[in-house]
């Protein structure tokens, strides 16, 4: 490509009113989603009060954080076929529903529980028959079920989002993607210390301090009332808007339209390589992204004796979303403006910049050290997360089945995240120390991956020199 057509292609040319139509349509798509984010990452924020309060170990939070990413992951393989099956709207609209649900449950169950011979458990009645079992299987349970349930997110917001953005558009998207992602991270590490604390708003109305079972309902209400803006605003292709013709359909000629037989589906996507090798390396994305997003407020508690309401964990709390926005925009753009859409060379450096991040953050002990490394961490993380996780199915699935693309790919995301709960706890629970160096082989393995695919074309790109 010419540096003219390069430039041509840089803002697309588009009908009147496409353009804040697709704003609009985004606009409460990516609300709906940053809301799904608040009602993921209370969790960390709630680990050590309710290791406090229930006497679990970090192995203990590991497995509630573990049954949460293995369900989201088989979700993400399911749901990707549904959403492909069912619409993106309506799919958001089902994991909005039930993460709702069982955030609202998670706060509840801790008022069931009760302490006998030294063990938390909880009686529920079925059949007449009262049974008794540990509160931590409870929780397990309880997050195991929001996991599926907020895996319809992503495929539904990234299979309409598909059919709203051309090909060399998806990079810059999967940018935004990763800032709506990391907005949800950000609201969530403000709102949540702060009803831990107590507040007051506009000078009038103080709230006090409350129970951490609010971090869990008061990201639900914010979820419902976005939901129901959603539901009335949204259009899932642009030829429902009445925009017809404006986004080609990339994913199989002479098709049209935003929903494909599912036979063809899973030939098309399942058989393709290069999605298991992205796959591939993007579990090592999410071990080592959920080893930061998930432990780090338990390990600066736990090593420095941080303070969750504290200016300095604020800052920390503040920078880790941010950078990771910063990153996800910056790669995006990059893989589209200078590597032509291609995802892999952007994603190798990101790997192998991480692994040395990684080694150097083991060698520091300090809190400033500490706080450092991990925004470095989460800057490369979420980079590789955004290129890989959005734009690369996009690419691969086109509109008809970004879903299941994003499903499949994403799933292993999780696969990988799920070692950073369990296991992570574990190591953790022997020495702290362990922190870090858990993370070193990831970098170098999603690396390795991302330089096998090094110039594979993906659909609606064509090879250089044609």
Same mark, same amino acid.
């Given at each position: 490509?010419?540096?003219?057509?390069? #430039?041509? #292609?840089?803002?697309?040319?588009? $009908? =009147?009113?496409?353009?804040?139509? %697709?704003?609009?349509?985004?606009?409460?798509?990516?609300?709906?989603?940053?809301?799904?984010?608040?009602?993921?990452?209370?969790?960390?924020?709630?680990?050590? #009060?309710?290791?406090?309060?229930?006497?679990?170990?970090?192995?203990?939070?590991?497995?509630?954080?573990?049954?949460?990413?293995? =369900?989201?992951?088989?979700?993400?393989?399911?749901? &990707?076929?549904?959403?492909? %099956?069912?619409?993106?709207?309506?799919?958001?609209?089902?994991?909005?529903?039930?993460?709702?649900?069982?955030?609202?449950?998670?706060?509840?169950?801790?008022?069931?529980?009760?302490? /006998?011979?030294?063990?938390?458990?909880?009686?529920?009645?079925?059949?007449?028959?009262?049974?008794?079992?540990?509160?931590?299987?409870?929780?397990?349970?309880?997050?195991?079920?929001? &996991?599926?349930?907020?895996? @319809?997110?992503?495929?539904?917001?990234?299979?309409?989002?598909?059919?709203?953005?051309?090909?060399?558009?998806?990079?810059?998207?999967?940018?935004?993607?990763? @800032?709506?992602?990391?907005?949800?991270?950000?609201?969530?590490?403000?709102?949540?210390?702060?009803?831990?604390?107590?507040?007051?708003?506009?000078?009038?109305? *103080?709230?006090?301090?409350?129970?951490?079972?609010?971090?869990?309902? +008061?990201?639900?209400?914010?979820?419902?009332?976005?939901?129901?803006?959603?539901?009335?605003?949204? /259009?899932?292709?642009?030829?429902?808007?009445?925009?017809?013709?404006?986004?080609?359909?990339?994913?199989?000629?002479?098709?049209?339209?935003?929903?494909?037989?599912?036979?063809?589906?899973?030939?098309?996507?399942?058989?393709?390589?290069?999605?298991?090798?992205?796959?591939?390396?993007? =579990?090592?994305?999410?071990?080592?992204? %959920?080893?930061?997003?998930?432990?780090?407020?338990?390990?600066?508690?736990?090593?420095?004796?941080?303070?969750?309401? #504290? +200016?300095?964990?604020?800052?920390?709390? @503040?920078?880790?979303?941010?950078?990771?926005?910063?990153?996800?925009?910056?790669?995006?753009?990059?893989?589209?403006?200078?590597?032509?859409? *291609?995802?892999?060379?952007?994603?190798?450096?990101?790997? @192998?910049?991480?692994?040395?991040?990684?080694?150097?953050?083991?060698?520091?002990?300090?809190?400033?050290?500490?706080? !450092?490394?991990?925004?470095?961490?989460?800057?490369?993380?979420?980079?590789?997360?955004?290129? !890989?996780?959005?734009?690369? $199915?996009?690419?691969?699935?086109? %509109?008809?089945?970004?879903?299941?693309?994003?499903?499949?790919?994403?799933?292993?995301?999780?696969?990988?995240?799920?070692?950073?709960?369990?296991?992570?706890?574990?190591?953790?629970? /022997?020495?702290?120390?362990?922190?870090?160096?858990?993370?070193?082989?990831?970098?170098?393995?999603?690396?390795?991956?991302?330089?096998?695919?090094?110039?594979?074309?993906?659909?609606?790109? /064509?090879?250089?020199?044609?």
């Amino acid at each position: 490509m010419n540096p003219t057509a390069a #430039s041509a #292609s840089a803002r697309l040319p588009y $009908p =009147a009113g496409f353009r804040p139509r %697709r704003g609009s349509n985004w606009g409460f798509l990516g609300l709906l989603y940053t809301s799904f984010y608040m009602c993921r990452y209370n969790l960390p924020l709630a680990n050590k #009060s309710i290791s406090d309060e229930f006497g679990f170990s970090r192995a203990d939070i590991g497995a509630i954080l573990t049954s949460w990413a293995l =369900a989201y992951a088989c979700g993400q393989i399911i749901n &990707g076929l549904l959403a492909d %099956r069912l619409g993106g709207k309506r799919t958001m609209l089902i994991g909005a529903a039930g993460t709702i649900t069982m955030n609202v449950l998670f706060g509840a169950a801790s008022k069931w529980g009760f302490l /006998k011979q030294g063990h938390w458990l909880v009686t529920l009645s079925w059949l007449h028959l009262d049974l008794a079992l540990p509160l931590l299987t409870l929780f397990i349970a309880i997050r195991g079920v929001d &996991g599926y349930l907020q895996a @319809f997110g992503a495929p539904g917001f990234i299979k309409i989002n598909t059919a709203w953005f051309s090909h060399r558009e998806r990079g810059t998207f999967s940018g935004i993607f990763g @800032f709506v992602i990391n907005l949800g991270r950000f609201g969530i590490f403000t709102l949540g210390p702060a009803l831990l604390a107590g507040f007051t708003v506009l000078g009038l109305l *103080h709230v006090p301090p409350l129970h951490w079972r609010w971090l869990f309902w +008061a990201p639900s209400v914010l979820c419902a009332l976005v939901a129901l803006g959603m539901a009335l605003t949204v /259009k899932e292709t642009p030829e429902e808007a009445g925009f017809h013709g404006v986004i080609p359909d990339d994913s199989i000629p002479g098709n049209t339209g935003a929903r494909a037989p599912l036979g063809l589906v899973l030939r098309t996507i399942a058989t393709n390589p290069v999605v298991w090798v992205t796959a591939c390396a993007y =579990a090592c994305t999410g071990a080592v992204r %959920r080893a930061v997003d998930d432990w780090f407020p338990r390990y600066m508690q736990d090593l420095y004796h941080a303070d969750l309401k #504290s +200016a300095a964990f604020q800052f920390l709390a @503040f920078l880790i979303p941010f950078v990771a926005s910063v990153g996800s925009l910056s790669a995006g753009y990059v893989s589209d403006r200078f590597f032509k859409g *291609h995802r892999a060379p952007v994603a190798a450096a990101l790997y @192998f910049l991480e692994t040395a991040i990684i080694v150097m953050a083991a060698q520091f002990h300090t809190a400033n050290a500490a706080v !450092l490394f991990l925004v470095l961490i989460s800057f490369t993380a979420n980079s590789t997360h955004s290129i !890989l996780g959005s734009a690369a $199915p996009m690419d691969i699935g086109g %509109r008809r089945m970004a879903g299941f693309a994003v499903g499949l790919i994403d799933s292993f995301q999780y696969f990988g995240g799920s070692l950073a709960g369990y296991f992570l706890g574990k190591l953790l629970d /022997k020495s702290l120390g362990n922190y870090f160096y858990f993370m070193v082989p990831f970098g170098v393995i999603g690396g390795v991956l991302m330089l096998t695919v090094l110039g594979k074309v993906t659909a609606g790109s /064509k090879p250089e020199g044609h």
